[in-house]
């Protein structure tokens, strides 16, 4: 049963999902007063995939101090206590952790990853035994990012496990 990580049956899910949360208001310096059961987006990183700073960069960019997580983005349904996260970046524990301060009655409820870049899918070692140990995680990816992670260590591990 290797269904949960489906490439295939929820992809109309998958691109309703996209085009709904283009349409969120996003939580966070631009507030946008929304009712308090209505859905809505939080940014969570807006790096690269190396994020900032990044490594080997010696540039003012990265020794300034300034730190930037991986582009990400959380889709939140307080109505049903859940939440989406939309690319597992090398920054999910901090994601995670922002997000049990942002929305703490919420779960994460499913991974969608849009591309294979790192930045985008090496997050999800975390859902392994050696941190999480999530149980049957619903993750969401192309046909060939579904294939690689089922034939590729350390991911297909998480796929035999039952973590994703
Ligand atoms: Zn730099
Ligand atoms: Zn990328």
Redesign the pocket.
């Known amino acids: 049963m290797s269904g949960l990580l489906s490439s295939r049956g929820p992809g109309w899910f998958a691109r309703l999902g996209l085009f709904a949360f283009m349409l969120l208001p996003a939580r966070g310096t631009h507030a946008v007063a929304a009712s308090a059961k209505a859905p809505y987006t939080v940014v969570l990183g807006i790096a690269?995939?190396g994020g900032l700073p990044q490594a080997g960069c010696r540039k003012a960019c990265c020794t300034s101090g300034r730190h930037e997580n991986v582009a990400s983005l959380a889709l939140v349904d307080p109505g049903s206590r859940r939440w989406w996260l939309f690319d597992a970046t090398p920054d999910f524990r901090a994601q995670l952790a922002r997000m049990a301060r942002e929305a703490p009655a919420c779960s994460l409820a499913g991974v969608f990853l849009t591309?294979a870049?790192i930045?985008?899918y090496t997050g999800l070692m975390h859902l392994g035994r050696e941190a999480m140990g999530a149980r049957g995680m619903p993750v969401w990816a192309m046909p060939r990012m579904h294939d690689f992670l089922i034939a590729n260590g350390p991911w297909s591990q998480l796929v035999q496990l039952g973590n994703i």
Request: aromatic content about 0%; charged content about 15%.
């Open positions: 690269q995939d591309h870049h930045g985008h």
